[in-house]
């Protein structure tokens, strides 16, 4: 949908991260025309046009969305529930500050933040937040609904598995594979391949043996049939 020029984007989400997410949008010139929210104790005071969310109506009560959608939601889990409930087209959020090489693919939903870089050849796939100044090299790939904090490296040939967070300042030296659904520390430098489901600190970044990694989605949520069906009820 657009206002004249405008175009006109929701957001689903409303605490600190979606107002990151509603300035990049503006900054590309698009109107933000309401907010989602399954939190609200954690809504932003600045939040505008705040809608309840799916969670907390269920599936047959909520809105159709008829502009495009982006999940300004920070949990990498609850991004990937979102995208297979919401029959949504996701629009992406891409800062103007941000460097994308033009031979890099970035999938549909992905937020890139102010500052970050995104080199040739590289892969980012869907719901992937890049957030600010972190860097992703050349012919990286960025597995679907990860995180990529602020200020972390992401040097040439690295893999980063679907779901997994690289905490802030992280550095990964080139090609090496972490695996999904991980978190790896903040300030960590990671010298070795890390397995699937791990958490892993320090330089050189070492797997934590008592934690496990970022919390997986539940895959049973679906988009189609009654709120029962699905496990979405309402309040
Ligand atoms: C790695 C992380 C996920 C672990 O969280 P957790 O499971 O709650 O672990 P704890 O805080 O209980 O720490 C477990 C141990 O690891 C150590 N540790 C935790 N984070 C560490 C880090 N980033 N670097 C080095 N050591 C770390 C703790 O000191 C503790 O050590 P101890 O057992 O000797 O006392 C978290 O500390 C972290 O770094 N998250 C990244 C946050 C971030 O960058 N967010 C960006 C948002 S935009």
Redesign the pocket.
């Known amino acids: 949908m657009s206002f004249g020029k405008m175009s006109v984007y929701d957001v689903y989400g409303a605490g600190g991260h979606a107002q990151v997410v509603i300035d990049v949008l503006r900054a590309q010139g698009i109107r933000v025309r309401r907010q989602y929210n399954d939190r609200p104790e954690n809504q932003h005071p600045a939040s505008i046009n705040v809608l309840p969310g799916i969670r907390r109506v269920g599936l047959g009560r909520f809105p159709v969305l008829d502009v495009p959608v982006v999940l300004a939601v920070?949990i990498n889990g609850e991004r990937a529930e979102l995208a297979r409930m919401l029959d949504a087209h996701f629009g992406q959020a891409i800062h103007p500050s941000a460097i994308v090489a033009p031979s890099a693919s970035i999938g549909e939903g992905t937020v890139l933040l102010h500052g970050s870089i995104v080199q040739p050849n590289a892969r980012v796939g869907r719901h992937v937040l890049i957030?600010t100044a972190a860097s992703v090299d050349h012919d990286c790939v960025v597995e679907d609904y990860a995180h990529i904090?602020?200020h972390a490296t992401l040097s040439g040939h690295v893999h980063v598995g679907e779901g997994t967070?690289i905490?802030?300042g992280a550095v990964l030296i080139p090609k090496i594979k972490v695996g999904r659904w991980c978190?790896v520390?903040?300030?960590?430098v990671v010298v070795r391949d890390l397995p699937d489901h791990c958490?892993a600190?320090?330089n050189p970044a070492r797997v934590?043996p008592d934690?496990s990694g970022e919390p997986t989605p539940d895959w049973t949520l679906i988009r189609s049939g009654h709120p029962e069906d699905s496990g979405l009820v309402a309040p």
């Open positions: 920070g957030n904090s602020p967070h905490g802030a978190r520390g903040a300030g960590a958490t600190v320090g934590l934690r």
